[in-house]
Nanobody, 117 residues
Framework: QVRHVESGGGLVQPGGSLKLSCAAS????????MAWYRQAPGKQRELVAS???????NYGDSVKGRFTISRDNAKNMVYLELNSLKVEDTAVYYC???????????WGQGTQVTVSS
């Protein structure tokens, strides 16, 4: 059974940084496009960034230039580095496999990112 465990969230001031981690079990991440999503209170879950098996990356317009997605295939991990954080980045962040433009695994518990002064 595929399972994703996200970690690394926290409370940070505007302009600050965090690095999120996603550990996957049951699959080899290197074979798949992986993505980070987020869901803010009262809003739908949205795609933040994705990284293909070949390493190509894509970002949502709101995070381009501030967030960086990466992967460590040897550790079967995916990361999301968040820089220049804004209050509107506050959300629960999730990782998932992405196939044909949609997430395909059960959602993990996510990791809460709160940006506040």
């Amino acid at each position: 059974q595929v399972r994703h465990v996200e970690s690394g969230g926290g409370l940070v001031q505007p302009g600050g940084s965090l690095k999120l981690s996603c550990a996957a079990s049951g699959i080899l991440l290197s074979m798949w496009t992986m993505a980070w999503y987020r869901q803010a209170p009262g809003k739908q879950r949205e795609l933040v960034a994705s990284i293909s098996s070949g390493g190509s990356t894509n970002y949502g317009d709101s995070v381009k230039g501030r967030f960086t997605i990466s992967r460590d295939n040897a550790k079967n991990m995916v990361y999301l580095e968040l820089n220049s954080l804004k209050v509107e980045d506050t959300a629960v962040y999730y990782c998932n496999r992405r196939r044909l433009q949609v997430p395909i695994d059960p959602w993990g518990q996510g990791t809460q990112v709160t940006v506040s002064s």
